[in-house]
């Protein structure tokens, strides 16, 4: 590969690093180019990036965004999928395709933020519900001792209200009387 070209691949490399809220490390061998492009389309459809990378470069391009922790994952063939967004979403949807494929993609380890993820927590953080649904989760939560404290008000008001209706009706009763 021509110097200009593995400057140009450094340089991308090193962008996606410090756009990225998460890097997870595979290894692509047992992979077809049509399982690969099918891959790219689904983990494209929720913006997520998947790049093969040679390990010298990616190497040096972990240590210029300032990931060094990646080097020790930077051995043997290498893919990278970026995510931008929601951690979670890349590991489910690379985890979703590979069991869906029948595939078996080996996950290496990751990054999230400058911390090293080992394949486990990779595999861990992919069976966690998407920010949606963390996030209704931690409102409803959030709502519960509020409501609780609305009906149990309710209640006192209600039976209070109902004292006071007997007793109205026993005054008219003995007014009546």
């Given at each position: 590969m021509a110097t200009d070209k593995k400057k140009t691949v450094v340089a991308e490399l090193t962008d996606m690093l410090n756009r990225c809220t998460?890097?997870?490390l595979t290894v692509p061998t047992g992979m077809t180019v049509s399982d690969m492009t099918?891959?790219?389309?689904?983990?494209?459809?929720?913006?997520?990036e998947f790049h093969v990378a040679k390990?010298?470069?990616?190497?040096?391009?972990?240590?210029q965004a300032g990931k060094d922790a990646l080097d020790s994952l930077l051995a043997g063939p290498t893919a990278i999928v970026f995510g931008y967004g929601d951690q979670v979403e890349p590991a489910k949807t690379l985890l979703e395709y590979s069991r869906a494929a029948k595939l078996d993609i080996r996950i290496k380890g990751g990054i999230m933020g400058n911390r090293l993820l080992s394949s486990e927590q990779?595999?861990?953080?992919?069976?966690?519900?998407?920010?949606?649904?963390?996030?209704?989760?931690?409102l409803g939560g959030l709502q519960a001792p509020i409501v609780s404290l609305v009906w149990v008000l309710k209640g006192?008001?209600?039976?209070?209200?109902?004292?006071?209706?007997?007793?109205?009706?026993?005054?008219?009763v003995e007014v009546a009387a």
């Open positions: 998460i890097a997870i099918e891959l790219r389309r689904r983990l494209r459809g929720v913006g997520v390990n010298t470069l990616a190497r040096i391009a972990s240590r990779v595999r861990q953080l992919a069976q966690l519900p998407g920010k949606e649904v963390l996030l209704a989760q931690l006192n008001v209600a039976g209070l209200l109902n004292v006071l209706e007997a007793r109205r009706k026993q005054l008219e």
